[in-house]
């Protein structure tokens, strides 16, 4: 099964700090809906651009996407 990483993007000078209260709602949702998530977080672009993201297998996808409408996706890539 392909693993997903689910992407919102914030962009401007306040970019970091909503992404950082975004992922709070993400870990919200993912608590109250009991979905086993391959992990979340914040990451810098660059001075203007940060994301949310988080990871699910495939098979969750499409309620997450309907629910929380990301911007966009990719496919998870473990380090």
């Known amino acids: 099964m392909r693993k997903l990483k689910l992407i919102w993007d914030f962009k401007g000078p306040h970019a970091q700090k909503t992404a950082q209260h975004h992922l709070i709602h993400l870990k ?7 979905i086993n998530s391959l992990g979340n977080g914040v990451e810098k672009l660059n001075k203007n651009h940060y994301i949310a993201f988080l990871g699910v297998n495939e098979d969750v996808m499409p309620p997450v996407r309907d629910a929380l409408k990301p911007h966009r996706g990719q496919l998870w890539i473990e380090s």
Do not use: D, K
């Open 28 to 34: 919200e949702y993912v608590t109250m809906e009991g």
